[in-house]
């Protein structure tokens, strides 16, 4: 067991453990079904990982990575997140190559999101996207997040095609936590060229979930919020 691993089951909190698994949908039905929470909040993790991602192998990760305990699961991406933006060219396409073959373990919101476009969509800046395709089309919830929020460094790059192509791919799908990915980076699109999500919008309007079009236009000034939840 790493040290890492050891530090985090210390500040167990088995109180705040039965919140946090409500919170996460962990009850027969829901997303996370079945998944396990040891009750430790964000700021906790970030601060261990802080202290001992330097001298942590793909093994150490790995463990972490294939424990049943959520917060572990995080740790371990926080980890490789920490690797990644401190590596080599030929390094970081180790990283990826990781990432990608741990998919089905980043099986909660909260670990796609701390992660995906940390390193994923930070390594595509200048690279063929296919990846990002192949993750959509995979049937797998947590692996079409990842291909959504990953565009987020795309989009601070002011590459937009991809999460444009993306959003109209997922208009359709039936969970709304795709919905909120695609508002949510249709909205970061809006904050750099809000001209272009109006193009956008205009086209797929129509057809956009509305928890999605709620998300995309949040920034937009009160007229043009308006007028777009009225189509």
């Not at 202290?51 to 294939?66: R, S």
């Not at 305990?69 to 991406?77: K, N, S």
């Not at 909260?110 to 990002?132: A, E, H, M, T």
């Not at 565009?151 to 590459?159: G, H, K, S």
Request: glycine share 4%.
């Amino acid at each position: 067991m790493s040290d890492l691993k050891q530090a985090l089951h210390q500040l167990a909190n088995p109180e705040r453990a039965i919140q946090m698994a409500r919170y996460f949908k962990t009850g027969k039905g829901e997303y996370a079904e079945g998944d396990v929470f040891m009750g430790l909040s964000n700021p906790q993790v970030q601060a261990l990982v802080k202290q001992y991602w330097k001298n942590m192998t793909f093994a150490d990760i790995q463990e972490l990575i294939d424990d049943k305990i959520h917060e572990l699961r995080f740790a371990g991406l926080l980890v490789l997140v920490a690797k990644f933006h401190k590596s080599s060219e030929i390094e970081r396409r180790e990283i990826v190559d990781f990432y990608l073959k741990n998919v089905k373990k980043i099986n909660n919101w909260d670990l796609v999101d701390c992660s995906c476009y940390k390193i994923l969509g930070k390594f595509l800046v200048n690279k063929d996207r296919q990846i990002l395709y192949n993750l959509a089309e995979s049937g797998h919830l947590w692996s079409e997040r990842i291909a959504v929020v990953s565009t987020l460094e795309l989009i601070r790059n002011r590459q937009f095609a991809d999460i444009f192509q993306l959003s109209a791919r997922f208009l359709t799908h039936p969970h709304d936590l795709m919905h909120k990915a695609c508002g949510w980076m249709l909205r970061e699109v809006g904050k750099r060229d809000e001209l272009a999500l109006e193009e956008f919008l205009d086209e797929h309007v129509h057809k956009m979930p509305r928890t999605m079009l709620r998300y995309a236009i949040e920034r937009m000034e009160e007229g043009k919020r308006l007028g777009y939840l009225k189509q």
